[in-house]
């Protein structure tokens, strides 16, 4: 079945240092969302891309979609003690059978004062 | 103030007895969705619902039950043959399926 992994799964950086977090998926996406929990809260929306090559831009954050629909990233621009949390892409497949929405592994950003 | 309520936010029960989550949404959303959350871990689609009076099962469906009788409302009955239920819940809801997801604050569940 579709799977969806994350890489890093944890991540600690500097406060002021940038962060990536990159998403694969193993069968084609027909969208991208990007999902943001802090500890001990639940999943909030940040973003959807989708078209191929999309790239948006959230003040610090930068995501982009893959031309072939099949990954996606997050850059954070010199993160700050609130960006800390778990970063989810999330994603449905086309067609029928993959009419659900999968979801990543997770990285886990930890930002050090 | 439009949103998704899920209660209680904590919930302890004994092993072997059935346990219903709530989860109601104002937002008139179409499709609901249920996940399971174990700590460190990502989300699983327990179940979701597309429409009214119609539902799926998810990637880790048994020992679980829905009913989407009402467009508001969608919960969940963790049954006594989910081996592992001890775990976070989150509800969700979207304007149609597989758009933006709006999620709830949660229902932790221990059982002992």
């Known amino acids: 079945g579709q799977q969806v992994m994350q890489i890093p799964q944890y991540q600690h950086v500097q406060e002021g240092e940038d962060f990536t977090t990159y998403c694969n998926s193993s069968?084609?996406?027909?969208?991208i969302q990007w999902y943001k929990q802090r500890p001990g809260g639940h999943p909030v929306f940040l973003i959807q891309?989708?078209?191929?090559?999309e790239v948006k831009k959230q003040k610090r954050l930068t995501f982009q979609f893959g031309e072939a629909k099949k990954n996606s990233s997050l850059h954070i621009t010199a993160t700050q003690t609130t960006d800390v949390g778990t970063y989810f892409c999330?994603?449905?497949?086309?067609?029928?059978?993959?009419?659900?929405?999968?979801f990543g592994t997770g990285t886990l950003l930890a930002v050090q004062p | 103030d439009g949103g998704i309520t899920q209660s209680p936010k904590y919930l302890f029960r004994k092993e072997g007895q059935n346990v219903t989550l709530s989860c109601e949404q104002n937002?008139?959303?179409?499709?609901m969705y249920w996940y399971r959350q174990d700590p460190g871990q990502g989300l699983r689609l327990i179940y979701y619902?597309?429409?009214?009076?119609?539902?799926q099962k998810g990637d880790i469906a048994e020992g679980y039950s829905v009913s989407r009788e009402k467009k508001e409302s969608f919960p969940l009955t963790v049954t006594s043959a989910q081996k592992n239920p001890t775990a976070f819940y989150l509800c969700?809801?979207?304007?149609?399926?597989?758009?933006?997801?709006?999620f709830g604050n949660g229902t932790r569940l221990t059982v002992t």
């Open positions: 969700a809801s979207s304007i149609k399926i597989n758009s933006p997801l709006h």
């Open positions: 069968t084609t996406l027909s969208n």
């Open positions: 891309l989708v078209k191929s090559g």
């Open positions: 999330a994603g449905p497949g086309y067609g029928g059978a993959t009419n659900k929405l999968i």
């Open positions: 937002l008139n959303h179409d499709a």
């Open positions: 619902s597309q429409i009214v009076n119609d539902f």
